[in-house]
């Protein structure tokens, strides 16, 4: 190995305390850091049990995915430098033992706050139990680090909705965090619940004001701590490490692309025009690790430093682009078991999309459990589609709003690093081929949510050959159909239109006109 980097040597020896570190950017994170960053003494990943597992079983699975493959093969002693701690961000001292706690006091040098819940549907109680009190939690155990040289909170680029254009800094909370905390605790589920739409106000879902609030106690907490906040946009698949497409979740776009893929979603309420701000997850990794190092080394400000993670106004793509490149891909990489041929749509008018999505979402869905039922088999197709009603409403938020996102201070970031570091952690989104990046996002989620072999692309070729078949026998039956019904009924039509019109006769105001024509 060569001379290290800036960012490599300031990562030299340090210990790195992580929060959601289990979730896709927190493992994303862990790779890059044991990959790249190899001269690091210590990774503590706080990860509760889950499911019977225990955090040293999941951090085993974790270590055993394609995501490591690099990490296993090249370096795999540095898998021992990763070390679970049984805890969670909801809980006091985040669950820790009083050794563990000492002991991060004592040797943490760097932390990555990354732990929310991201269901942007959550009860309120229950995201700012996560979001907001748990960075109040991490924070209070920060502030008694004793050799801190960084804090990085992971925020999101949405947490303002009313503001179509978000500058690098921290605006006005809505409400104080710690109040509402108190809030969420004294007041009853059903009573939350009432009064949670008055609470969010111009918030499109609990996710984005807790996110929100948070960002108000890292503000605060700024005269104490050596801290940032980072705000990605909508995060995608990998563009390259730790492997191209790599994405293990279904959430927000990759969703969509495998829905639509697999002819479930048939439409979506979306404005074509608009750009989608995205972030490839790896772009956005390579960001967070480097602002590690830029807030250790950089001089203390007045204000906490904010950088947006985006790339609206350096590569702009429409979602009109998106969907018109993906079908082209989607249907020469097709998804195994497609329901029907994949050729839904995006509308902008929102009463189409929901007229589209009763007659080709829910109708069908009843349908295929009916026929599940009569065969006794178990029904899944109407709770799959009330899973996707709801992911589609919350994502069309996103979808049917222009966004501003500057992100100067991201970009001055990128520009003050050395050659090194830019090819060891690159940003640069004018480096992204659109269209192999889109070709590696559908082939990722084929692999890695749907474990889906790549080997069967014969195969799901002929069955989508097959499905476009009965797709067009369906529409022109149902056009032969509906001219068959009129051809059928033309007389009755005919008798029905001349009834009418013999009936109009005897109202004042069209008698009066006939008697004057004549």
């Known amino acids: 190995m060569g001379e290290l980097s800036e960012i490599q040597s300031f990562y030299k020896g340090k210990n790195i305390f992580i929060t959601g570190g289990t979730g896709l950017m927190g493992k994303v994170l862990i790779e890059k850091l044991l990959f790249s960053c190899s001269d690091l003494n210590k990774i503590y990943v706080l990860i509760r049990p889950k499911r019977g597992r225990t955090p040293e079983i999941r951090l085993d699975a974790i270590f055993k995915l394609p995501m490591f493959n690099?990490?296993?093969?090249q370096k795999p002693h540095m898998l021992k430098r990763v070390a679970p701690l049984n805890g969670d961000v909801t809980e006091k001292n985040l669950g820790l033992t009083k050794e563990q706690l000492e002991m991060l006091f004592k040797?943490?040098?760097?932390?990555?706050h990354f732990a929310a819940t991201l269901r942007l549907e959550s009860e309120l109680k229950d995201a700012i139990e996560m979001n907001?009190?748990?960075?109040?939690?991490v924070l209070e155990l920060a502030k008694k680090m004793k050799k801190l040289l960084a804090f990085v909170h992971l925020s999101t680029a949405f947490c303002y909705p009313e503001r179509e254009e978000l500058d690098e800094k921290v605006y006005d909370a809505p409400a104080n965090p710690h109040d509402v905390i108190k809030l969420v605790r004294w007041l009853d589920e059903g009573s939350l619940n009432l009064i949670t739409p008055k609470i969010l106000d111009l918030h499109p879902n609990t996710y984005t004001y807790s996110k929100?609030?948070?960002?108000?106690?890292?503000?605060?907490a700024y005269v104490d701590l050596p801290c940032c906040i980072a705000r990605p946009s909508i995060v995608t698949p990998a563009i390259k490490e730790p492997l191209p497409g790599w994405v293990d979740n279904l959430n927000g776009p990759v969703g969509l692309i495998v829905g639509g893929g697999k002819g479930v979603i048939r439409t979506m309420h979306c404005i074509a025009e608009y750009h989608a701000e995205v972030i490839p997850v790896d772009l956005a990794i390579n960001s967070l690790i480097t602002l590690g190092q830029r807030v250790a080394t950089s001089e203390r400000k007045t204000n906490v430093p904010v950088y947006n993670i985006t790339q609206s106004g350096v590569l702009p793509i429409t979602w009109g682009e998106i969907l018109e490149k993906g079908k082209t891909l989607g249907y020469q990489y097709p998804f195994e078991g497609q329901v029907w041929y994949p050729n839904g749509d995006i509308h902008s008018s929102k009463f189409v999309h929901n007229l589209i999505a009763f007659f080709f979402h829910i109708i069908p869905a009843y349908l295929i459990d009916f026929l599940m039922l009569i065969f006794r088999q178990k029904r899944f197709m109407v709770r799959i589609q009330k899973r996707i009603s709801v992911g589609l409403e919350v994502l069309q938020y996103f979808t049917t709003r222009e966004w501003i996102f500057h992100n100067t201070n991201m970009l001055i970031v990128w520009g003050e690093m050395s050659p090194r570091d830019k090819e060891i952690f690159p940003m640069d989104f004018l480096s992204i081929d659109i269209l192999e990046y889109m070709k590696d996002i559908i082939l990722g989620a084929r692999q890695?949510?749907?474990?889906?072999?790549?080997s069967t692309l014969p195969k799901a070729r002929r069955h989508q050959a097959i499905m476009y078949v009965v797709h067009l026998i369906t529409v022109?039956?149902?056009?032969?159909?509906?001219?068959?019904?009129?051809?059928?009924n033309v007389e009755m039509v005919r008798i029905g239109l001349?009834?009418?019109?013999?009936?109009?006769?005897?109202?004042?105001?069209?008698?009066?006109?006939?008697?004057?024509?004549h």
Do not use: H, W
């Open 70 to 73: 690099r990490v296993r093969k």
């Open 107 to 112: 040797d943490i040098d760097i932390v990555f």
């Open 132 to 137: 907001t009190n748990g960075t109040k939690t």
């Open 212 to 220: 929100r609030l948070a960002e108000k106690l890292i503000a605060d």
């Open 448 to 454: 890695y949510c749907m474990k889906e072999d790549l």
């Open 476 to 488: 022109y039956l149902f056009y032969f159909g509906i001219l068959y019904f009129i051809y059928k």
């Open 498 to 517: 001349d009834s009418v019109t013999d009936q109009m006769k005897y109202l004042p105001i069209v008698g009066k006109v006939g008697q004057t024509i």
